[in-house]
């Protein structure tokens, strides 16, 4: 895999707000998955500060091709990075059997990036961790739409190859030093491998209110599609039982919030089908749709996986195998305890972004850059 080449080198560490565009785009790759990416968090925090409507963060790499699904071969956690590292076109990790990994590399972006928007005031950026193989075709609007193009590597590695999009773009693209962290912990041993669950599910289904489309809920969403095959149902709260929500007022309709997540989801996962519901119950279509799989959920809302449950038994349906993300609340279950305390602070929630537009309407006069006190 050849070096990118580049035109101009950056120091991550002094970022210069005069220099912002509209569109960023970030590019990098990883290693392993084993390890958070520190090398990362200086210039996730140079592209948030330098851009002002969106920031697109690409991480390009072998372990994200489609995975091998045949019976014959199980995932194998140690087997599947080493096929990945050396050879673009190889299969990719088993998706299910590297949940954790995977959860934890998005939550690690998406935080650096959320707290510097939310530092310098820029609540509404919208920020995109894209995962994307090196036989899968590469999001070629997004290269279109970026003002700018960074790149930051881990210390003696490279990117594969790149599409032809952005090698007509070479010499645009501004190199950004990574930080050299000491890791937090040592690899963990290799995990056993689970026969019972297959390294992608057919169906895959998860539901929110989506309101204000932010990292929480792309987390939510992006794992959702990560370990989908052909479809991802995602049940959308509707209207009518939203009304006792904090800010009400500046609740975005259904219509809004359901365009937003297909946007998303177009980006981050092409070639499923993503069927957008609205639902008026906890339960949706899990709670009748004997074609679905596989159900993901935050830890928050695990009491609505056990009454899915329920009522799938009640309805004879099959049980549903249950994903939680739990790195949303910030327990050190999927993330180092460094990477839970940056989580606490950086605050991803629907609520909070109501909060900061009410407050800017209310006070636009004396509104200081930053995020409102929750």
């Known amino acids: 895999m050849p070096a990118l080449p580049s035109s101009t080198t950056v120091d991550a560490a002094v970022p210069d707000a005069a220099t912002a565009v509209r569109h960023t785009l970030l590019l990098t790759t990883v290693h392993n998955l084993h390890d958070t990416p520190n090398f990362l968090a200086s210039p996730v925090s140079t592209a948030a500060r330098r851009t002002t409507e969106s920031l697109r963060i690409v991480i390009l790499s072998p372990f994200f091709n489609p995975p091998n699904e045949s019976p014959s071969s199980p995932p194998d956690a140690d087997a599947g990075e080493a096929q990945g590292v050396n050879h673009a076109h190889a299969p990719g990790i088993s998706r299910t059997a590297h949940w954790d990994d995977v959860q934890r590399l998005l939550t690690f972006v998406y935080v650096q990036a959320t707290k510097v928007a939310q530092d310098i005031g820029n609540i509404l950026l919208d920020i995109d961790v894209l995962l994307r193989g ?38 645009e693209i501004i190199t950004l030093q990574p930080d050299d962290h000491p890791l937090h912990t040592a ?24 309101d204000h489309l932010h990292a929480g809920h792309k987390i939510l969403l992006g794992m959702g599609a990560w370990i989908a095959r052909e ?19 500046v609740l975005e309709p259904l219509a809004v919030r359901t365009a937003r997540t297909r946007a998303f989801l177009e980006l981050f996962r092409p070639g499923i089908v993503h069927d957008l519901v609205p639902i008026s119950d906890v339960y949706g279509p899990t709670g009748w749709d004997a074609n679905i799989q596989a159900l993901v959920v935050s830890k928050e809302t695990l009491p609505g996986a056990a009454a899915i449950a329920k009522r799938r038994e009640e309805q004879n349906l099959p049980a549903l195998r249950t994903f939680v ?50």
Do not use: C
């Open 187 to 210: 690899p963990p041993p290799p995990r056993p491998a689970d026969p019972s669950v297959p390294p992608l599910y057919p169906v895959v289904a998860l539901g929110g209110t989506f």
């Open 134 to 171: 090196t036989v899968e075709p590469f999001p070629e609007h997004v290269v279109q739409q970026a003002e700018r193009i960074f790149s930051a590597l881990p210390h003696d590695t490279s990117l594969p190859v790149l599409p032809a999009s952005l090698r007509a773009r070479q010499t």
């Open 325 to 374: 993300i739990d790195v949303i609340s910030a327990t050190e279950a999927s993330v180092d305890a460094e990477d839970a305390a940056l989580l606490k602070t950086a605050k991803m929630s629907s609520t909070y972004i109501r909060e900061w537009i009410v407050k800017n309407r209310r006070q636009p006069s004396s509104v200081q850059p930053g995020a409102p006190s929750s």
């Open 231 to 249: 479809k991802l149902i995602v049940g959308i709260t509707d209207d009518a039982l939203l009304g006792k929500k904090e800010h009400k007022e």
